[in-house]
């Protein structure tokens, strides 16, 4: 009999206690949450971390903001506050760096379902259905709860959690406005100011066009199949738009540089025709605009951009806030053709021999 005791009573303590232990380390996850799931931050002040993938979910539950900012890294360094000020409203930006526009879909899904957003100033780009975020974030925007837990089930945060460390890769910035913006980080201000600070501090980046068997430029809208992004903007972008008259939706197209275009056409007629066919799509609708800057001098200086071809400096986005501020550089059906016609002409004409030479001196 007292061994059967004794079994019973180990049998108990091997039930009990990973019950135990997993209702603590739960228990930890719910207080501690730095990603804001369950409630606002318990730091005394708000945390906020710059990968938004999983970050919006608690900006957009536990926040009082009344507009967006939801692009890719090209509109990480818009500033809210700027926002605020140029155009009417109480903006946030929670744009996930390289994210197409299926991730940005999962997330507006959420937002449309809890909030009513005033205004949402949205990037044209990564037009895939990719999932490029490192964890499962989806599960932080479906309809459960329970499944949140998962996003703090890796090594990274339990670690966090477990030593209830206050450390920034732990629980975020205080700062909201600045959380995203790339721009201020030393690497990106080494790189502006143009192409030998490419070739002194970015040179990977030299190796993925080849300058000596350039070929001339040819625009062929025939040589560009776009079926697959006219169906990616229908299913994650399109219905947005159209189902939210109340929202205004402001659809910024990131000026590339020249430079890129030049090396690259087939991505300037991917653009072209997306953005044709993007207009007749919203033709009829009052609630959205596209603004456009490829036509600008400001592409064709080089040293605009911060050491790759298409990530251009802070001063644009300071810019697009103003075109819609001052209702400008909108793009629409009746200029459409003009305006490609006058950019496939700087892209045609753009002179990139400089680049070559300075290459050839390395």
């Avoid at 135990?20 to 971390?49: C, E, M, N, V, W």
């Avoid at 802070?314 to 209702?327: F, G, R, T, V, Y």
């Amino acid at each position: 009999m007292p061994n059967d005791k004794n079994s019973k009573r180990f049998i108990a303590v091997a039930i009990a206690t990973p019950i135990a232990l997993a209702t603590i380390l739960f228990g930890f996850i719910y207080i501690y949450d730095p990603l804001q799931i369950f409630h606002k931050s318990l730091f005394g002040k708000p945390r906020f971390f710059g990968e938004m993938r999983l970050g919006a979910r608690g900006i957009i539950e536990h926040y009082d903001y009344d507009s967006y900012i939801i692009g890719t890294s090209m509109l990480q360094n818009t500033s809210a506050k700027e926002a605020n000020q140029k155009i009417s409203g109480n903006f946030v930006n929670i744009s996930p760096a390289a994210s197409s526009i299926a991730e940005r879909a999962i997330i507006l899904n959420f937002l449309f379902k809890h909030k009513k957003p005033k205004s949402i100033i949205y990037s044209l780009d990564a037009f895939t259905d990719e999932m490029r975020g490192k964890v499962n974030f989806k599960l932080l925007y479906d309809d459960s709860k329970l499944n949140d837990l998962e996003a703090y089930l890796n090594d990274r945060f339990l670690i966090c959690i477990l030593t209830l460390s206050k450390n920034e890769k732990c629980v975020g910035k205080p700062d909201i406005e600045t959380a995203l913006q790339w721009y201020r980080e030393e690497k990106h201000q080494q790189r502006l100011g143009g192409f030998a600070n490419w070739i002194k501090y970015n040179p990977d980046e030299l190796k993925k066009f080849d300058l000596f068997n350039l070929k001339p430029v040819i625009f062929d809208d025939n040589l560009m199949d776009i079926t697959k992004q006219k169906k990616f903007l229908s299913q994650f972008t399109l219905p947005f738009i159209k189902d939210n008259s109340q929202t205004k939706f402001y659809l910024i197209l990131p000026p590339y540089s020249r430079f890129h275009f030049r090396v690259f056409p087939s991505a300037f007629m991917e653009r072209k025709k997306v953005v044709l066919w993007l207009l007749e799509q919203i033709r009829d609708l009052d609630n959205v605009k596209i603004y456009a800057f490829d036509d600008l001098d400001y592409p064709d200086d080089i040293a605009n951009y911060a050491g790759d071809t298409i990530h251009y400096a802070q001063d644009m986005n300071s810019l697009e806030l103003s075109a819609i501020k001052d209702k400008r550089h909108i793009l629409t059906l009746d200029n459409a053709k003009s305006y490609f016609d006058k950019v496939e002409q700087k892209i045609k004409s753009y002179d990139v021999e400089p680049f070559i030479d300075m290459i050839k001196n390395l």
